[in-house]
C-alpha cells in the first residue's frame, strides 16, 4: 500500500478557495429563498437555506447575477445563440447551447455525483441528449448541451487537453464566464489563461468578476478575513483599479476591454426589478451595501473576427 502524501502548502490554499466556493452557493441559494432571483437548480446544490445572510450580502449577490446574466443574454443575442460557453468555476443556468463547466476536480465530481442522484438535474440532460452515447460516470459528464469537466486552470496544457476531448469548437463564437476564480491565482497564471482564450478562440467575449479598489482600507479589511482562513488572493494586484483589470486582458491579445465597479452595475440594471427588491428586506446598513459593491467590478473583453459587434457589448 503506498504511502499517503503529505498535504502541501498548495493543497490547503485550494481547498480554503473551494471553501469560499461553497460559501458563495451557500449565499446564492439563501438570495433565492428570499425572492431575489428565480434559480430552480441551487436548491440541489445545497441542501438547506442555511443561516441568515445580511440584506447587503443578498443585495451584491442580486447585482452579481443580474450584471452577469445581462453580458451573458448580449452575447446570445449577438451570436443568434450559434455559440458555446465556457464556465471558468462558477454556476449559471445551462442555455439552449453547448454549455461547458470547468471546476476543481473535487467539486467537479461532487456536482456529477448531484447529477446523477436527482431527477430534476439529470433530465433535462437525457431528455436533450440526441443519442445514446452520454458520458456520464463519477469523473466526467459530456451531452449535446452540457459538459462539466474537473481542471486546474493553472495547467493550461491540461485544461486544453480535456476541452478538446470534449470537443469544444475554437471556430464557434465562445463567451467565458469567470466569477471570483482569477484573483485566486497569480497575476502570471491569470494572463497565461486569458492569453490561451485570446490565442485559441478568434471570436469570443471574456467576462470576468471579482474585487477592484483593493488597495483601500476596506479591501485591506476584505483581505486580511480571507488570510484568516488561510485564502490567499494571490492575484490581488490585478484588483487595483478598474483600469488593472482592463490591462490584464489588453495584454494578453484582447482587442477590447471595459470595466464598472458592481455599484454603477446596481445603477443601471432595471430600475424596476431593483425597486422589487429592495422591497424584500430593510436595508440599515446603506453605507455598508456601496462599499461591498465599490469593492467588486465586471470586466467583459472581446475578439471579433467574425465582425459579430461584441465590441459594443455594453450597460
Request: net charge negative.
Amino acid at each position: 500500500m503506498a504511502a499517503r502524501q503529505p498535504f502541501t502548502d498548495l493543497d490547503t490554499a485550494d481547498e480554503a478557495v473551494r471553501s469560499t466556493c461553497d460559501d458563495a452557493t451557500t449565499c446564492k441559494r439563501y438570495a433565492t429563498s428570499k425572492g431575489y432571483w428565480t434559480d430552480p437548480y441551487v436548491q440541489y446544490f445545497v441542501r438547506s437555506v442555511g443561516e441568515r445572510k445580511a440584506p447587503e450580502i443578498n443585495r451584491g449577490y442580486y447585482a452579481r447575477v443580474q450584471g452577469m446574466n445581462h453580458l451573458l443574454d448580449a452575447f446570445l443575442r449577438k451570436t443568434k445563440c450559434d455559440c458555446q460557453i465556457v464556465n471558468l468555476g462558477s454556476n449559471n443556468p445551462i442555455k439552449e447551447i453547448k454549455y461547458f463547466e470547468v471546476d476543481f476536480p473535487m467539486i467537479a465530481a461532487r456536482k456529477i455525483h448531484n447529477i446523477k442522484t436527482k431527477p430534476p438535474l439529470s433530465k433535462p440532460l437525457i431528455e436533450t441528449h440526441s443519442t445514446d452515447s452520454l458520458l456520464l460516470d463519477g469523473h466526467s459528464l459530456d451531452s449535446d448541451r452540457y459538459c462539466i469537466i474537473g481542471a486546474d486552470l493553472r495547467d493550461i496544457p491540461g485544461l486544453d487537453d480535456k476541452l478538446k476531448k470534449f470537443h469544444l469548437n475554437p471556430e464557434l463564437p465562445t463567451l467565458f464566464l469567470s466569477e471570483c476564480v482569477l484573483v485566486y491565482m497569480t497575476p502570471d497564471q491569470s494572463s497565461k489563461l486569458v492569453n490561451w482564450a485570446s490565442v485559441t478562440f478568434h471570436t469570443a467575449m471574456f467576462v470576468n468578476y471579482e474585487q477592484v479598489n483593493m488597495l483601500d482600507r476596506f479591501g485591506q479589511v476584505m483581505i486580511e478575513n480571507l488570510q484568516r482562513r488561510q485564502c490567499n488572493l494571490a492575484g490581488v494586484e490585478v484588483c487595483q483599479s478598474l483600469e488593472s483589470q482592463k490591462e490584464r486582458f489588453l495584454k494578453t491579445g484582447w482587442e477590447n476591454a471595459d470595466a464598472l465597479d458592481m455599484m454603477t452595475v446596481y445603477s443601471v440594471i432595471p430600475q424596476d426589478d431593483v425597486a422589487r427588491i429592495e422591497r424584500l428586506e430593510f436595508l440599515d446598513e446603506k453605507e455598508l451595501l456601496q462599499q461591498l459593491l465599490q469593492h467588486y467590478s465586471i470586466c467583459w473583453a472581446t475578439k471579433d473576427k467574425l465582425k459579430l459587434g461584441l465590441s459594443q457589448v455594453a450597460f
